[in-house]
């Protein structure tokens, strides 16, 4: 297993220089726009409009931040985005027949936490690629949020506790930007100092070597699954509180801007490499992007515009880092 790690570790290194200098190239970008967009739009800077972004960053970063872990092992998970408007129904019809946030959360996160499992297991047992696996869920989640729900689970109970979920503050900061720190922190030093964060990078840089050397890959992948699941758990309930409702139609394309974010941040599709921080960059990018295109008036539909386009010219970026990896 030393001899796996130490292996692990090179192709680490090669490719973190690499990440390293499209990092400052994608915080150099993030300055550029802010200051364009600024001078465009003065009002860009404001307290309110900052709080906007950052709450808008959160929910993306919530769910990014186990995605990285995800894509990491060389898998993806296309149906967080119908995922979160399941859960936040489902959240909300339990916290108003229960009158308790505490039941609520519990019931979005293990409905969330068991779609990730069954992703999982549909992708280690049944061998289905990742990619049409979770399409298939995201099939079977759209659909069956409205046999669940034909509209909007409206709240009745306005529980303070559940209002200040995704509207509070802690001080002069979001209660929403406070949760996705904390589940960005714990994530970070998972990949950064633990075993588990070696192995997860293992598997996706060589799984056969990690099979060979003893360990079940197939248990790292789905605990990654598992992960993914419970942080849209999360985000689910965020969004039905700023919403102060449970809605069937939340989400929608949801799940390319958090694909979207976590390759434009460096994390490799092929597996292996990644960085939460570059996570972190490429949220703020197309967060301040989406922002600026409403403050200048702009056509908001280009907001489902750009998740494309970034996911098209990071994925080619990826090809050439990986190409430079292998000379």
């Known amino acids: 297993m030393s001899e796996l790690t ?51 960053c959160a929910l993306v970063l919530i769910v990014a931040s186990g995605m990285t872990m995800l894509i990491i092992t060389a898998e993806v998970d296309l149906s967080v985005g119908a995922s979160l408007a399941f ?9 108003n027949s229960t009158h308790s946030l505490a039941l609520g959360m519990l019931a979005a996160l293990a409905f969330a936490g068991g779609v990730g499992l069954f992703n999982g297991l549909v992708v280690t047992r049944l061998r289905v690629n990742s990619l049409i696996a979770t ?8 659909g069956g949020v ?19 979920l995704g509207a509070g503050y802690v001080g002069a900061v979001p209660v929403p930007v406070i949760i996705a720190a904390l589940i960005f922190v714990v994530a970070y030093v998972t990949l950064r100092f633990t075993t588990l964060g070696r192995y997860l990078y293992a598997v996706g840089a060589n799984e056969r070597a990690v099979r060979l050397s003893g360990l079940r890959s197939e248990r790292l992948k789905l605990l990654a699954f598992v992960g993914t699941g419970l942080c849209v758990g999360v985000a689910g309930m965020i969004l039905s509180s700023l919403m102060n409702a449970g809605q069937p139609t939340a989400g929608r394309g949801f799940e390319l801007t958090v694909i979207a974010a976590v390759i434009l941040g ?62």
């Open 6 to 56: 130490h292996a692990s570790a090179q192709k680490r290194l090669i490719g973190g220089q690499l990440l390293g200098s499209s990092q400052l190239v994608l915080g150099a970008i993030l300055a550029v726009l802010c200051i364009a967009i600024s001078i465009a739009a003065p009002q860009f800077y404001s307290e309110a409009n900052i709080i906007a972004i950052l709450r808008q």
């Open 146 to 164: 409205y046999l669940f729900t034909r509209e909007a689970v409206q709240n009745h109970n306005q529980l303070t506790s559940f209002t200040d």
């Open 266 to 327: 460096g994390t490799s599709l092929l597996g292996g490499r990644g960085s939460l921080f570059g996570t972190l960059l490429g949220v703020l990018v197309l967060k301040v992007i989406d922002n600026g295109i409403i403050i200048l008036g702009w056509n908001q539909d280009l907001q489902m515009v750009v998740p494309g386009i970034v996911i098209i010219l990071a994925t080619y970026l990826d090809i050439i880092r990986n190409n430079a990896n292998v000379r």
């Open 135 to 142: 399409i298939g869920t995201m099939m079977m989640l759209q």
């Open 87 to 95: 859960v936040g129904c489902i959240g909300m019809a339990v916290l």
